[in-house]
């Protein structure tokens, strides 16, 4: 199932490396994913989703952010999951999750946005802001992260069976399968043109020191591709093993941080300075690994609350823990 909906996904995605400069959703272009059903894969089947593992259901997301697509898939997914679970019904628009208090928070393709999720401790408020309520912005690669100066009133509220802190990690899990995804894409990238470009008579990837540096990427992508193998299927047991959830997306979320910024420092360097120009498709996948990286929680902060975790066990406890965990990786990974 998951490969089937990878082919579907690169189908739909398949446009011009041009479409990954775009700042703002293609309406043509979201339809597409729509239709697909890919915003309502996490859903439950009876509030009109497809009821889909994590693994599968965010296969589309993976490949979306290797091709450095600027559209809120994976938020969509994740608002449509929580809407389902409030018994409400699910949005074929693309929306927008916040945790806490809105008001502020940068929200990804704000402007563009049909509905903002709100989630609370045990409750769930949908918002429909208008162009007038946004203070516009935009991150690094150009993308809008506008926030809410005026907090509307909200349109639906519900009782919500899921936590506050797993919104969050589910958060933070969507920047580390897309900075996964975007690593491979760069180690790729920069292999087709290694393999392609000569420089005194050979191509580049015959040059040790080439060559060294492509094994650090690969080596990077492997290992960032592992973590988020691990946290989307330890997303699906979030509800009999939350604690290995959470665990889950703090190790995803510093590995993938780690491994977005080695593999974009050493892209551009392999690449030279035609990784820098705008029109190459290197240059925005890797602003968007930036960005990604520094969202949902930064590389520090997920650190320190897997640190945390680990400090509130007795110190006897500490391998018994950490062999229970029973973390699981498809073999795409390696």
Known sequence: MEEMIRDTAEKVFAGPDEAANAARIDPALWQQAND???AIALAAEDQGGLGLSGVEAFAPVRVAAARGVALPLGETVLANWLLSAAGLDVEEEACGVLCGDPAGQPVPFGRDLAAVVVVGEGRLSVLRPTAEDWVRAENMAGEARDS????PAAETEA??????????????MLRAVQCAAATRAALEMSLEYCNTREQFGRSLSRFQAIQTQ???????SCSATMAADMVLAAFDERDTVPERFLTAVAVARVRT??????????????HGAIGFSGEYALHPLTRRMWCWRDEAGTEEVWAERLGQSL?????????????DQDFKTSAEAV
Do not use: C, I, N
Not at 148 to 151: D, F, I, Y
Not at 161 to 172: D, F, H, I, Y
Not at 311 to 323: A, F, H, I, Q, R
């Open 311 to 323: 400090l509130s066990k007795p110190v006897g406890d500490y391998w018994p823990w950490l062999t």
């Open 159 to 172: 009782t919500l069976p899921v936590t506050q802190e797993m919104v969050e990690g589910a958060l933070a």
């Open 148 to 151: 809410l100066a005026t907090v």
């Open 257 to 270: 941080s780690e491994a977005a910024t080695r593999a974009a420092a050493t892209a551009h360097q392999v």
């Open 36 to 38: 697909a059903g890919f």
């Open 214 to 220: 492509l094994a650090v990427m690969a080596a990077e």
